[in-house]
C-alpha cells in the first residue's frame, strides 16, 4: 500500500500532492487560463472540497435523523450546502495560498503553487477568493432561516477561516483551528435543516449532541492533517512554519493514538445523546475508527509520498463511513415510519 505514489516520477508526485502544478489529463479541453484556479482551488483531487463538505453532510443528516425531515428536504439541503462548500473550498484554499505564497516559495511540494510560480498574481488571486466567498455566501439563501441568521451563524467559520494562514505562524497546533473551521460545517449542515446548535441569545444553551459530533469532526481533522503535515516536515522545520507534526516529530503516532481514542468517545457520545442505532455504530463507529487505526498503524511518516497516500485514501473511507452510518440511519428511520 502507498507504493503506486512511490513509483511515480518524484516531480510529478509532489504536483499531485497539492503541490500547485498538476494538470490532469481529464481537463485537458479547458483553456490553459483556466488551469491556475482550478490549482489554486484544490479541486483535482477533489479531497480540498470534500474536507469542507463531509462535515456539512454530517451535519445534515443528523439533523434528517432527529427531525425526520422528508427526503426531498434532506436531498434540497446536501445539493445547497454542496453549491455553497465548493465556492468557500475555492475561496478558503485561495486565501491560504495567497497568504503563504512567500513561504511555499521556499518549500520543494508547494513552490510550484500558482501564486509562488506567478501564474496568478496576488491581485488576481484575492479578486477570485473574494467573488468565490460572495458566491459561498448566495448559498445562505437556500437556508430555512433569514439569510441574516445564516449569515451570523456561518461568521465564526469566516473568521477562523481567515486567521487559519497566520495559525502556522502563531502556534504550534494550527491543526486545531483548521479542525474548528471545517467541524463549523456540521453547524451549518444542521441549520440547513432548521436546527440550531445554540442562539446567540443563549450561547451556553446548546445541543450537545451536535457538539459531541462537532468535537469528533475536530479531532478527526487534527488526525489527518497531522499526518498530511509530515510531508513537509524538514522543509517547514527550516522555514519556521509550526505545526503539530513539527512540534513532535518522530512522537506523532504517540499524539495520534490519543487522539483517536478521544475521537471515539464523540462519536460514541454523539450516538447515545441521539438514540442513533446499530447502522450508525457499525457503518459510523466501527468504519471510521478502524480506517484511522488502520491509517495511524500502517503510514510511514519519513516518506512524503506514503503520508500523501495515505491522507488522500483515509479521508474518503471515514468521510464515508460517517457519512454511510448516518444515511442508513435515516433510511432505517424513514422506513419504519413508513410501516407505522
Given at each position: 500500500?502507498?507504493?503506486?505514489?512511490?513509483?511515480?516520477?518524484?516531480?510529478?508526485?509532489?504536483?499531485?500532492?497539492?503541490?500547485?502544478?498538476?494538470?490532469?489529463?481529464?481537463?485537458?479541453?479547458?483553456?490553459?487560463?483556466?488551469?491556475?484556479?482550478?490549482?489554486?482551488?484544490?479541486?483535482?483531487?477533489?479531497?480540498?472540497?470534500?474536507?469542507?463538505?463531509?462535515?456539512?453532510?454530517?451535519?445534515?443528516?443528523?439533523?434528517?435523523?432527529?427531525?425526520?425531515?422528508?427526503?426531498?428536504?434532506?436531498?434540497?439541503?446536501?445539493?445547497?450546502?454542496?453549491?455553497?462548500?465548493?465556492?468557500?473550498?475555492?475561496?478558503?484554499?485561495t486565501w491560504n495560498d495567497l497568504i503563504d505564497a512567500k513561504l511555499d516559495a521556499k518549500v520543494?511540494?508547494?513552490?510550484?503553487?500558482?501564486?509562488?510560480?506567478?501564474?496568478?498574481?496576488?491581485?488576481?488571486?484575492?479578486?477570485?477568493?473574494?467573488?468565490?466567498?460572495?458566491?459561498?455566501?448566495?448559498?445562505?439563501?437556500?437556508?430555512?432561516?433569514?439569510?441574516?441568521?445564516?449569515?451570523?451563524?456561518?461568521?465564526?467559520?469566516?473568521?477562523?477561516?481567515?486567521?487559519?494562514?497566520?495559525?502556522?505562524?502563531?502556534?504550534?497546533?494550527?491543526?486545531?483551528?483548521?479542525?474548528?473551521?471545517?467541524?463549523?460545517?456540521?453547524?451549518?449542515?444542521?441549520?440547513?435543516?432548521?436546527?440550531?446548535?445554540?442562539?446567540?441569545?443563549?450561547?451556553?444553551?446548546?445541543?450537545?449532541?451536535?457538539?459531541?459530533?462537532?468535537?469528533?469532526?475536530?479531532?478527526?481533522?487534527?488526525?489527518?492533517?497531522?499526518?498530511?503535515?509530515?510531508?513537509?516536515?524538514?522543509?517547514?522545520?527550516?522555514?519556521?512554519?509550526?505545526?503539530?507534526?513539527?512540534?513532535?516529530?518522530?512522537?506523532?503516532?504517540?499524539?495520534?493514538?490519543?487522539?483517536?481514542?478521544?475521537?471515539?468517545?464523540?462519536?460514541?457520545?454523539?450516538?447515545?445523546?441521539?438514540?442513533?442505532?446499530?447502522?450508525?455504530y457499525v457503518v459510523a463507529v466501527i468504519g471510521a475508527v478502524g480506517s484511522l487505526c488502520m491509517?495511524?498503524?500502517?503510514?510511514?511518516?519519513?516518506?512524503?509520498?506514503?503520508?500523501?497516500?495515505?491522507?488522500?485514501?483515509?479521508?474518503?473511507?471515514?468521510?464515508?463511513?460517517?457519512?454511510?452510518?448516518?444515511?442508513?440511519?435515516?433510511?432505517?428511520?424513514?422506513?419504519?415510519?413508513?410501516?407505522?
Amino acid at each position: 500500500m502507498g507504493t503506486a505514489a512511490s513509483n511515480k516520477n518524484p516531480t510529478e508526485s509532489l504536483a499531485y500532492q497539492y503541490g500547485g502544478d498538476h494538470k490532469p489529463a481529464s481537463l485537458g479541453i479547458l483553456p490553459d487560463s483556466w488551469h491556475p484556479y482550478i490549482q489554486l482551488s484544490r479541486l483535482f483531487p477533489p479531497a480540498g472540497l470534500f474536507l469542507i463538505y463531509f462535515p456539512h453532510l454530517f451535519g445534515v443528516l443528523h439533523a434528517a435523523i432527529r427531525t425526520q425531515a422528508p427526503p426531498l428536504t434532506v436531498l434540497h439541503a446536501s445539493i445547497v450546502l454542496l453549491g455553497g462548500s465548493f465556492f468557500f473550498s475555492n475561496a478558503a484554499h485561495t486565501w491560504n495560498d495567497l497568504i503563504d505564497a512567500k513561504l511555499d516559495a521556499k518549500v520543494e511540494r508547494t513552490s510550484r503553487r500558482p501564486i509562488p510560480r506567478g501564474a496568478v498574481t496576488p491581485q488576481a488571486a484575492f479578486f477570485f477568493a473574494l467573488t468565490q466567498g460572495l458566491l459561498a455566501a448566495w448559498f445562505l439563501a437556500g437556508f430555512p432561516t433569514s439569510f441574516t441568521t445564516g449569515f451570523l451563524y456561518a461568521l465564526p467559520n469566516v473568521l477562523a477561516t481567515l486567521y487559519y494562514p497566520w495559525a502556522k505562524r502563531h502556534t504550534n497546533m494550527p491543526q486545531l483551528v483548521l479542525g474548528v473551521c471545517l467541524a463549523w460545517g456540521i453547524v451549518m449542515g444542521e441549520l440547513a435543516l432548521g436546527v440550531r446548535t445554540y442562539t446567540y441569545m443563549h450561547i451556553l444553551e446548546v445541543d450537545w449532541a451536535v457538539v459531541y459530533l462537532f468535537l469528533a469532526a475536530v479531532l478527526w481533522t487534527v488526525i489527518y492533517d497531522t499526518l498530511y503535515a509530515h510531508q513537509d516536515l524538514q522543509a517547514d522545520i527550516r522555514v519556521g512554519i509550526k505545526s503539530l507534526a513539527v512540534l513532535f516529530r518522530g512522537r506523532t503516532k504517540r499524539l495520534l493514538w490519543p487522539l483517536l481514542v478521544a475521537m471515539t468517545g464523540m462519536l460514541l457520545m454523539c450516538g447515545w445523546a441521539s438514540g442513533l442505532g446499530v447502522v450508525y455504530y457499525v457503518v459510523a463507529v466501527i468504519g471510521a475508527v478502524g480506517s484511522l487505526c488502520m491509517m495511524i498503524l500502517m503510514v510511514d511518516l519519513r516518506s512524503t509520498q506514503n503520508c500523501w497516500w495515505w491522507f488522500s485514501k483515509g479521508f474518503w473511507l471515514v468521510g464515508a463511513a460517517i457519512s454511510g452510518g448516518l444515511l442508513g440511519e435515516y433510511c432505517v428511520l424513514q422506513r419504519t415510519s413508513g410501516y407505522s
